[in-house]
Every structure is written in C-alpha cells, then in structure tokens.
C-alpha cells in the first residue's frame, strides 16, 4: 500500500469515528424501559373494564409507584369468552399520563388479587383451546410481582353459556379467523364452540348510531337440518320426499320439481320450505310473474321466515330499491337480533343473508362493511354461488373504479 493510500485510510478512519460519536443513541421505547422489581413498588392502582364478562372483551390494568413519582404500567386486553390474553403492553408513564389513560377508558378499581386470578385464568382457559397468550405477555405480566392471586374469593367462568364464544372482530383477517375455527374444530368439533358471525357491531342495527354499549350476540352455525315444528310433524317419508326437491329446483329448468312442489304444497300448504322451493323453480323455469307471486304469498303467510325474507330484498336490490332492505329486516342486520329467540342457523341461513347485507352496504356506498359481510362468508364457505356473486359484484366495481380513474386520468 503506498503512503497516500495509508494516509487516505487514517483520513478515513478518522471520519467514520467522527460520525459515530456525532449519532444520536437511539432512545429506547419507553414500553421497553427495563422496570424495577415488582415487589420493591407499592400497588397504584388495579383496574378493570365495568362488567367485562357481559362485554367478553376488554381492558385490565396494573400500576406500581416508583420512586421518582412516576407508574410502572402493565395492560393487558383479555377475551375471556375464549382468545385470552390478546394484547398486553408494560412501560412508565408519569402520574398525569396514567390519571389519562385511566380515566380515558372508563375502568373501574378492582382487587390486585383478583386482576392477576382473572388474567391467569383467561390465560389458562385459552391455552387448554389451543391459543398462547400475546407476546409480550410473560414482560407485562412480571409486574405481578408478589400479589396472590390466592388471596381472591370470586370464581370467574371463562367461555359463554357453557361454550368458548369466538367473536370475529375487525382487526382479524380472514385468514386468522378460519385458523381460529379450525383449531376449535380440532379441540371441540363442530358444536362444542359459539361464533358470532356479525362481529360487525356497527352494521348490527339501522336505526340510528349506537348510543350505549353493544351487545354480544351469538349463534352457531350448522351444516345440518333445523328443527321445524311444522316440517317435523310430517312423515318420515314426506320429509325425505322434500328434501329430495332441493338439488332439483336449482336446475336451469326444474319443471318435474316445480310441477311436484305444487301437489306438495296443495297437500301440506303450512310447509314454508315448499313456498321457498316453488319460487326457486318458477324463477329457474323463466316464471318471473309467478316467482313474483309466490314470494309475496309466502312474505304473507309467513312473515317470520328467512328465506322468504331474503327472497323479497334480492328483488328489491335488482330494482334498486335499496331503501326497503331496512324495512325487510325490521332494521336489525344481525341474525341473533332479527331471531332472539334462535341460537343456531343453517349456513345457507347466514349466506343468504350476508350476501344481501353486502350486496345493501355496497350499493349505500359503505364498502367497508360490504367487504366485512364479505370475509364473513369466505370464512364460511368461499365457494357457495352466494359468496361468489358478492365476489363478482365487489371485484367488478373496483375494476370499474380503477377503469374510470384511468380514462379520466390526464
């Protein structure tokens, strides 16, 4: 190496140090300051969500004094219906800081005992399911410290109605949400778990914002029959007789079908299923008067049953009339609101049913929540012909939005 070359490499060098002391040092997030022992700081404070095992969700928090005035903090948002700890947060915040956050989120004193018993427990329920606590739970939850959770009388009972419930919320991905159904499956079969399908809270209801806390409604969801009181009376082999006519009338041209719905329904006129069949085969069979007919003589008769229901907002929305789907469905766009007194409905029940509260939101312009309606139902079934005609409806309007900015575009 020549002695220029030597010198321009001290000169280098030289420069390289110069910078490296002129850095600033990176300040560590204050959630990732180390904290003191637990057991050295008296308890600040212990609070919780006001009736958290109504809501199923919500907020816990723990703080410690430290010397210098300010709270070490831990927070930990738990579903005690079945996910556990789904978040949990630890750091320092001054005392104006924490009075804030506190008094922000409406939370109430509860015993340290008794906190640390509820999350422990949260914790274990969702384990035995097959779900871990978030990641930083073990950093947050080590401010614990030496609080017993032995020294708590009140027993809490995780799940809902004897049953873990597994409420979809808005930052779950579709795909995080099947994961979560399937291992439920695994753990517990197809019954033994609750899913609250709307988990939309703002899309439950029409009239008017939402002006005091939400209630979780849940209902499960089966591949098989429901019970009818009218259907169940039948004979065995006129339930099987019906049954056998539902792949029929969905063929581009069921005339056999529709020419036996019609002797069924003069011999059992108080069956709602048959009505729904004969207007599938009379709109099949290019019968749109007489489709037109039978869903009004089957909203009439039976004004409580879905399909009849859906079949009149399917007209509606090809009309444009997207103001009546409001009407149709009493303002309610939950199931569990619209039937309380049903706990499970059979899945073309709830396709049928987000498809039109998507294909609603979509034409009102709300595409968030069409497309939640959406992700619902590719959870459910992605390849059901409801799922894919909402597909087609949601994909071909942003294809026509992407078309229009680009003609447009200068």
């Known amino acids: 190496m020549t002695v220029d070359e030597k010198r321009r490499q001290k000169m280098l060098a030289r420069k390289r140090k110069s910078h490296a002391a002129r850095k600033p040092v990176p300040q560590q997030p204050r959630n990732a300051q180390p904290l003191p022992p637990a057991p050295l700081l008296p308890i600040h404070a212990a609070l919780a969500t006001k009736n958290l095992f109504a809501k199923g969700i919500g907020m816990l928090a723990l703080a410690r004094k430290l010397p210098n005035g300010q709270v070490a903090m831990a927070t930990f948002v738990v579903d005690v219906y079945c996910l556990g700890v789904k978040r949990a947060r630890s750091g320092i915040l001054s005392a104006d800081e924490w009075a804030a956050f506190a008094q922000r989120l409406d939370l109430e004193a509860i015993d340290p005992g008794c906190l640390r018993k ?98 979780v409604c849940s209902y499960e969801i089966t591949d098989q029959p429901i019970p009818d009181a009218a259907f169940d009376r039948l004979p065995a082999e006129v339930q099987e007789r019906i049954n056998a006519l539902y792949p029929k009338v969905l063929k581009s041209r069921p005339r056999e079908a529709l020419a036996e719905v019609r002797v069924l329904i003069e011999q059992y006129p108080d069956i709602a299923q048959l009505y729904n069949y004969l207007y599938a085969a009379c709109h099949n069979m290019g019968e749109h ?32 009339e997207t103001a009546r789907i409001a009407e149709i469905f009493e303002h309610k766009l939950d199931l569990r609101l619209l039937y309380p007194d049903r706990v499970r409905f059979h899945l073309s029940e709830v396709l049928g049913f987000q498809s039109i509260l998507a294909r ?4 009102q312009g709300k595409q968030e929540l069409a497309q939640k309606s959406y992700d619902l139902m590719c959870e459910i079934d992605p390849k059901h012909p409801s799922t894919r005609l909402v597909r087609s ?16 575009r200068p």
């Open 360 to 363: 609603y939101f979509h034409a």
């Open 393 to 408: 409806t949601l994909h071909l309007s942003r294809l026509g939005r992407w078309l229009r900015e680009k003609l447009l």
């Open 118 to 215: 509820l999350i422990e427990g949260a914790v274990a329920y969702a384990r035995d399911l097959g779900f871990a606590p978030h990641a930083d739970y073990a950093r947050a939850a080590a401010l614990f410290g030496n609080i017993d959770a032995a020294t708590c009388a009140q027993r809490y009972t995780y799940g809902k109605d004897d049953k873990p419930l597994y409420v979809s919320g808005p930052e779950d991905t579709p795909a995080q949400s099947r994961h979560i159904l399937e291992t439920l499956t695994r753990r517990l079969g197809t019954k033994g778990f609750h899913f609250l399908t709307a988990g939309n809270a703002e899309h439950a209801g029409l009239s008017g914002e939402v002006t005091g806390p939400l209630t």
């Open 289 to 320: 008067a007489e489709a037109a007919r039978v869903r009004e003589e089957t909203v009439q008769r039976f004004p409580d049953y879905l399909f009849g229901r859906i079949a009149w907002a399917e007209d509606c929305l090809s009309r444009g």
